[in-house]
């Protein structure tokens, strides 16, 4: 640790204007642009890009060779997986300017996004959901819901864990590792405090 707050391999690039956490690692041929927020304890892997004006929350995870664009909003605890990818317009054009058109892709709190993963931008990604390795996902998805493939579609609920959901008659289930309780009411999952 440095006398910074955060540690850097001597081969990434730290622009200055941005924000870094107490705590947070950022490992070999990193890029981490002007404008952008990383919080506290995160760890930034190998040959990665976070763009200006990406928020990242504390604790988020970040595996190798991911670029995070403008317009990502990642919230605390998310885990976003080797070789995953961000888009930031959804129609590009090398020979068209879209800079002022970057969408805004929120991940909540506790989501996991599996390797090789796409996401498109301009959706919301619930709290604690889990995209599959290699899912292409088009459109928002829900809180505690499991998608995977391409087009990616929901599977499954998976707890807070990671662990998947298996619900009773009575809609409640017991997440295996922590016996933590969720409930199913009306297509939607809830923990039960």
Not at 106 to 124: D, E, F, M, Q
């Amino acid at each position: 640790m440095s006398d910074i707050g955060y540690s850097a391999h001597e081969s990434a690039i730290i622009d200055p204007g941005c924000i870094i956490g107490q705590g947070t690692k950022i490992w070999h041929f990193t890029h981490i642009m002007p404008g952008c927020r990383i919080g506290e304890n995160c760890n930034i892997g190998q040959n990665v890009l976070v763009s200006p004006e990406v928020v990242l929350g504390n604790n988020v995870k970040v595996q190798n060779n991911v670029s995070i664009y403008t317009g990502v909003i990642c919230e605390d605890d998310v885990f976003l997986g080797p070789s995953m990818v961000f888009t930031n317009v959804t129609n590009p054009r090398s020979s068209v300017n879209r800079r002022g058109q970057y969408e805004t892709t929120l991940v909540k709190k506790g989501a996991t996004i599996g390797a090789n993963a796409t996401i498109v931008s301009g959706i919301t990604l619930g709290e604690f959901c889990f995209i599959g390795a290699g899912a292409v996902v088009t459109k928002d998805v829900q809180p505690y819901a499991l998608v995977i493939g391409n087009p990616a579609r929901q599977s499954g609920w998976m707890s807070e864990y990671g662990q998947k959901l298996l619900f009773d008659k009575n809609g409640i289930a017991v997440c295996k590792e922590s016996k933590e309780k969720y409930s199913l009411i009306s297509g939607s999952v809830k923990k039960i405090i």
